[in-house]
């Protein structure tokens, strides 16, 4: 399974990685919706786990947005 993780403290995105590879799931992680948006066209992945406060555009609009664009 592969995962994006879109998490912008970085603290919790390491907590969060190591808990993902440790029950043996590869994820990716983006610390800003474009990061994200970006990623996604650029790969495929199983699930994206969204922090809905993001830097740039909230978690919500960048759920829309990925809506959109199918995933």
């Known amino acids: 399974m592969r995962v994006l993780l879109v998490e ?5 995105a390491a907590a969060m990685h ?7 799931v590869v994820a990716d ?7 994200a948006l970006w990623m996604v066209r650029a790969a495929s992945y199983d699930a994206v786990v969204l922090d809905v406060m993001l830097p ?11 809506r959109a664009d199918g995933v």
């Open 8 to 12: 912008d403290d970085v603290r919790m």
């Open 29 to 35: 992680v983006a610390a800003t919706s474009d990061d």
């Open 56 to 66: 740039d555009v909230d978690g919500f609009e960048t759920c829309r947005l990925l």
């Open 18 to 24: 190591r808990a993902l590879r440790g029950a043996g």
